[in-house]
């Protein structure tokens, strides 16, 4: 237990340092800081000068709510608890196969390819993934509860984005550390995937009038995913374009639906006016019964 407690303690630290030498070292390598602050601006500024709903305002519904949702997410609840619940979790793990006497989990090794052919393959596999899982978020009751959070937005813009319960950093982190780990991934190649998808959630939530052309049936894209928040769909499913990064899972099997632009549409789920619209709320109401 007390090796736990030192692990929990030297990640928070650690997490803790980083997240101050980000701030005040701009210049430093692999600035996540920066790099998020930059991508969220280059939306941002994007949809200002482009807007797809030209009616909908700069600073639209709840824009303030879902930039506090970036900041807890990305950086306050990563020191508060992600870091050590992820270290030890690896730690636990770890030592479940000690006891298990596996060596390794590596199954397949891809030191031979070339650096961007695996990067690739972990971004696709992560991708489809996480696609499953985001499935598990709407088809499962206790699961939707949380996911729900996300789908409180009535607006939406890039930040849109950004608003999701912590709870579901846990539940995708923890599904796809496994898989990734058997195919030879650590947690330090995840730095560069973890930009790319963030550069495409924020394009996916964002007031662009965007689709890609031919591209859009392997790409996720706004006109595609705002489907996916639509609060009026067809009843007989419990839901629609699952897509993360890539759309070509929807396409293949058969969750794409976009039956016209979406531009107008109400965006949310049902009673979504009885929703709480404050952050400390938002996050304890899916632990009530």
Not at 10 to 18: D, H, I, R, W
Not at 52 to 68: E, S, V
Request: glycine share 4%.
């Amino acid at each position: 237990m007390a090796e736990l407690q030192d692990i929990a303690v030297t990640s928070t630290t650690g997490a803790f340092n980083y997240l101050i030498e980000s701030v005040t070292n701009p210049t430093m390598p692999n600035n996540y800081f920066y790099l998020v602050l930059i991508i969220s601006l280059l939306c941002w500024g994007a949809e200002i000068m482009f807007p797809w709903r030209k009616n909908q305002k700069t600073f639209r519904k709840d824009f303030w709510l879902d930039a506090f949702y970036m900041l807890f997410n990305f950086f306050l609840f990563y020191i508060a608890g992600y870091a050590a619940i992820s270290q030890v979790g690896v730690y636990l793990f770890n030592d479940f196969l000690d006891f298990l006497e596996v060596e390794n989990i590596v199954l397949i090794k891809l030191q031979d390819l070339a650096r961007w052919e695996q990067y690739l393959i972990m971004f696709v596999v992560a991708d489809f993934i996480h696609w499953n899982v985001h499935r598990l978020l709407h088809k499962v009751p206790f699961l939707w509860k949380f996911h729900k959070v996300h789908h409180s937005v009535q607006e939406m813009g890039f930040a849109a984005h950004l608003r999701f319960h912590w709870f579901e950093s846990i539940l995708y982190k923890s599904i796809q550390y496994v898989p990734l780990a058997m195919i030879g991934f650590s947690l330090q190649d995840f730095f560069l995937m973890h930009i790319v998808t963030i550069s495409i959630g924020h394009l996916n939530h964002s007031n662009l009038n965007l689709s890609y052309g031919p591209l859009k049936y392997l790409l996720n894209n706004p006109k595609m995913h705002i489907w996916h928040h639509a609060k009026n769909l067809p009843k007989d499913r419990s839901g629609y374009n699952f897509g993360i990064s890539l759309s070509i899972w929807d396409y293949l099997f058969k969750t794409n639906y976009i039956p016209s632009s979406g531009k107008d549409i109400p965006l949310g789920f049902d009673k979504i006016e009885d929703y709480p619209e404050n952050f400390g709320k938002q996050i304890i109401d899916p632990f009530k019964r």
